[in-house]
């Protein structure tokens, strides 16, 4: 009888151990599918404004001859390169400030510097009233000619992990450090309710066509999450039209 009884509980050992063997390998599975997969855009509006995002139908040509009307002082590169990568970030994302730090410098050499591609980058705010201001102040920074420096500054003194505070006085020393000339013009436009609207307005339509996470990038119809290797970058951008 104790023979039979300990023969179902490791009976039954095994089989609960071979389960959860399954359920960690399928868990394994998805993530890989995840993190390799393109996102597909939703609702793709016309190509360059803020309101562009990642879900959809499979890309053509990587916006070849497509004329964009997103600002061009927040445009990285060659307003006649024939691949647009367009970027979604926020000031207090950690993850967007891994990228900007770790991966933009390798794309920048070699497909911005190139003439192959540029970036197009949309602020949004998804993390709070710091998020909130981090866009206004990029904004300014981008009508002032400094807009890639701040981003820069910005990123270089996130805490790793966590969300920045990126209070007022943050922003105006990080202006500081970006070469920004008019201090009392960028306070004057932290300060404006109207500015924290306009980002309010580009968020929300960024999420209406499947923006939910930042980074978030986007060729085409196709579109890619997260702070991704260099390698995914490669992979993606040859698979949408860039060489």
């Not at 701040?150 to 202006?175: I, M």
Request: glycine share 8%; hydrophobic share 45%; proline share 5%.
């Amino acid at each position: 009888m104790n023979t039979a009884e300990n023969s179902n509980r490791n009976l039954k050992r095994l089989v609960f151990a071979l389960f959860g063997v399954v359920v960690v390998l399928a868990a394994l599975l998805i993530v890989q599918l995840t993190r390799q997969s393109p996102a597909t855009l939703e609702n793709q509006p016309s190509t360059g404004t803020t309101a562009d995002a990642a879900k959809g139908d499979s890309a053509s040509g990587g916006n070849a001859g497509q004329v964009s009307t997103h600002p061009a002082a927040m445009t990285i590169g060659d307003p006649d390169a024939p691949v647009v990568l367009r970027e979604w970030v926020d000031m207090g994302c950690p993850y967007c400030a891994l990228f900007t730090t770790d991966t933009l410098p390798t794309l920048i050499s070699e497909y911005v510097d190139t003439k192959q591609v540029r970036i197009e980058v949309n602020v949004v705010s998804f993390f709070g009233e710091g998020s909130d201001r981090g866009a206004v102040a990029a904004h300014e920074a981008a009508d002032q000619g400094r807009f890639k420096e701040f981003l820069d500054v910005v990123y270089a003194a996130a805490p790793e992990g966590k969300h920045p505070d990126l209070t007022e006085a943050e922003l105006v020393e990080f202006a500081k450090q970006a070469g920004i000339k008019d201090i009392t013009a960028f306070e004057a436009a932290l300060a404006d309710p109207a500015n924290l609207a306009r980002v309010q307005k580009e968020t929300a339509a960024a999420q209406a066509v499947g923006v939910t996470s930042v980074p978030f990038f986007a060729i085409g119809n196709q579109g890619i999450a997260g702070a991704q290797p260099v390698s995914v970058f490669r992979d993606f951008i040859s698979s949408q039209g860039g060489s």
